[in-house]
Structure formats: structure tokens, C-alpha cells
């Protein structure tokens, strides 16, 4: 098996992360699950071997060259989570994290609940799906996910003003929204900042790097929890993405 993801090993290693055999085998079981629902759903556009192994397992964890996963068991929440990602190629990576995975399509979780058995990624920290949209669990509400965790993370395609107020609201004070952005987004990031603070959030870094061994330009987004978000936010579902702030 190693022959065969010997590109995929070469990229993780320039990431500073050696693969075990029993995550080459959560990689395989993954790609393999990913295009056989494929064919009946629409998960991706990307499916030949290599390209998934870099552009979506390889990509989703490149945060990694910028923020220290190992330091605790964190809390997170993947918003928007699709096909899984950038969660579960974490997940595998890092088994002791403790996930969340929202997404608004219920079909989408069962092709990510059946990769969640498939895979055992509740073998040590828990990992979980959750169907809503991103406004739906970061109420103000009694039993709502506000301020709960540790670390948000994010690749859905939306600018970065709307991402933050997805995201923003379900990290704790002292937690981190890590945006996964492309190299496209430089005057988005600038346009977002006001958002980003009256969200309680601060900026940190916006992290351009290629990924390995390729030509592909990537930007990570670190933004710091600094204060609770006003209760004002997030605004009714739909209106994020319609009137970014």
C-alpha cells in the first residue's frame, strides 16, 4: 500500500506528519468510500487517487503548519462540512480531537456516518455528525452550541465576512476560527476584518503558503476569540450569506 500513496506520504511528511500504516488504511477505506457514494450523490468534483490524496485529504490538514492540534484534546466543529473535509482527514491525523461535523444535508451525514464506523474514528475521541444549517446551533438558546468550543474550522465556499458569522459564534473566548481560504481571497480577508471584530474575533494571521510539491497557492486564516460574540449574531438563517456584515 505504501507504493501507492507514496506522493501522499512524501506531502505529509513536508508537513512535518509521518503515517502509520493504520491511517494509510483510514486514508484507502476513506477515497474508496468517497467515490462509491459519489456515483449516487454530488460529494466532489475531484476523483482521480492523487488528486483527492492532495487537493482534499493532504490540503485539510495543511492548517496543521500553522496551529498546534497535538497541544489538547480541543473541541471542534467543522461548519459546512460537505463531504468531510477538512474534519475527517484531521480527525484521521489526529484521533484525539473531539468533532463535530454540521452539515444542512441529511445525506451527506449518512455517507459521513457510515465513513465515521467504516474508518473507527471513535475508537478515542468522539466524533459526531449534526444536521442544520451554520445560524441553526449558535442561538442564544438554552440548549444551543454557542461559545462551546475550542477550535472552529471551515473550507465552504463563502467569503469570509459570512464564514465569520457562521463560525465566530460557536468558539469560546480564547479559541480559534481556522478559515481554509484560496490564494484568490487576499482583499476578501482585508474586507472581512471589521466583521471579524465585532464578532469578537481578532485576525492573527493570514498564512500563504503552496501546498507540497505542487503549484497550488492556499491561504490559512487563524482568527482569535477575543471577546463573546454580541447576541446580535448570527442573524437569521440566510441572511449571513445574502447581507455579509
Known sequence: MRNKYELMLKDFSELGIELSDKQLDQFNKYYELL????????LTAITEFQDVCKLHF?????????????KS????IDVGTGAGFPSVPLKIVFPHLNMTLLDSLNKRLNFLNEVIDELGLNSEGSIKTLHGRAEDYSSTKPDSLRETFDISVSRAVANM???SEYCLPYVKVGGTFIAYKSEKAADELNAAK???HLLGGR?????DFMLPNSDISRIICLVEKKENTSKKYPRKAGVPSKQPL
Open 73 to 76: 484534546d480541543f473541541s471542534l
Open 161 to 163: 465576512s459570512t464564514l
Open 35 to 42: 467515490i462509491k457514494w459519489n456515483e449516487v450523490m454530488n
Open 58 to 70: 493532504v490540503d485539510s490538514v495543511s492548517s496543521c503548519k500553522y496551529f498546534d492540534f497535538n
Open 203 to 207: 485576525l492573527l494571521s493570514a498564512n
Open 194 to 196: 471589521g466583521a471579524i
